[in-house]
């Protein structure tokens, strides 16, 4: 998978997962140098193999970013009626996993483009009050730069992919 001419394929996959999931997992090296997970609800992806994500809630992530900022993104697409009609026809026509290699970049404040992608994003649930619990507020974004990213196999599942 070439991060550069499949990224348009990558960025969908992303939003696919998200709308499955509501999170993907960032897994980090902790100053120990132990493998960690964070699931971060708010990872968007630009379209020149960078992205972001709103750092209101992760605490830790910060921390082991300056000892070791390299990371790797996993989203998965776990759709019912994307797996049962895979399951049924016996392939996956769409990645089902990628992998995303990078960095994590600098803390900063957010700009109104990106509040407004995260506002595009949680309408569905603006009139709950979970909603502004969990997304109300985001004053910061922690940008990511992508250098690789690898699509999940699964054997005859995922052989034409």
């Known amino acids: ?44 992806l630009n379209d020149n193999q960078t992205g972001f994500y709103f750092e209101k809630y992760p605490s830790k992530l910060p ?40 960095q994590l970049g600098e803390r900063r404040k957010t700009t109104q483009k990106e509040t407004d992608r995260l506002n595009r994003r949680m309408k569905a649930t603006k009139g709950l009050k979970g ?3 969990l997304w109300g507020e985001m004053e910061f974004v922690r940008e990511i730069k992508f250098s690789k990213a690898e699509k999940i196999n699964l054997g005859q599942m995922t052989k034409e992919l």
């Open 1 to 44: 998978m070439n991060i550069q001419t499949d990224w348009s394929k990558i960025r969908q996959h992303f939003n696919k997962s998200f709308r499955s999931n509501f999170h993907i997992s960032i897994a980090s090296v902790d100053c120990q140098n132990n493998p960690t997970v964070t699931p971060i609800g708010s990872l968007f």
């Open 63 to 102: 921390q082991y970013a300056k000892v070791n900022p390299n990371i790797c993104v996993l989203g998965v697409n776990s759709g019912t009626l994307f797996w049962l009609k895979s399951l049924f026809i016996g392939k996956f026509k769409n990645y089902l996993a990628v992998k995303l290699y990078g």
């Open 131 to 133: 909603n502004l619990y």
